[in-house]
């Protein structure tokens, strides 16, 4: 036998499992059922329950409103990001942390109450230090320390007399 020269082995179709066909060529053909794999989520169940707990923190400690989203924002990622926050039950006291990964987009926003007590500087800060930690691949980590430089900037809530 010449190198590359296949051997054609003889295959008993009755000994081929359900779903499974000897075609003209001698090949062997199955059919099997789809199994969708579970979603791969980005978080796992500790990193989630560690994530809760900063967004908790940020709000307790300064009166503001932290929520993060995460997902596509679109070509117009600012204008997109401005649109959610708009849509949190207090806008001026709210801060959104949008990312998108596949984007590689992060924006910060925030109201009239919350900027006054983040400014840009602040804001951009947080981004960087997110970013750094998403470059390696910590996503929750990123996140987690961005609300956690936010948290120290903008201060504890005003007290209510």
């Known amino acids: 036998m010449a190198t590359g020269e ?3 082995v003889e295959v008993d179709p009755s ?3 359900a779903g499974a066909a000897v075609t003209n060529s001698g090949r062997v053909s199955a059919a099997k059922m789809y199994e969708p794999h579970a979603p791969s989520l980005p978080f796992t169940p500790v990193q989630l329950s560690t994530l809760d707990e ?7 400690t ?6 993060v989203y995460l997902g596509g924002l679109g070509q117009d990622s600012r204008a997109r990001a ?3 926050h708009a849509s949190t039950p207090r806008p001026a006291h709210a801060v959104l942390i949008a990312v998108s990964p596949g984007e590689r987009v992060v924006e910060v926003v925030t109201g009239d109450e919350s900027h006054r007590r983040l400014p840009d500087r602040a804001a951009k800060l947080a981004v960087m230090s997110m970013i750094a930690s998403f470059k390696e691949g910590d996503l929750a980590g990123g996140l987690i320390s961005g609300l956690r430089m936010l948290t120290d900037q903008a201060g504890h809530a005003p007290r209510q007399h």
């Open 15 to 17: 000994t081929l499992p």
């Open 82 to 84: 401005e649109e959610l």
């Open 6 to 8: 296949l051997t054609r």
């Open 54 to 60: 900063a967004l908790t923190l940020a709000g307790r």
């Open 62 to 67: 300064t009166g503001l409103d932290f929520s």
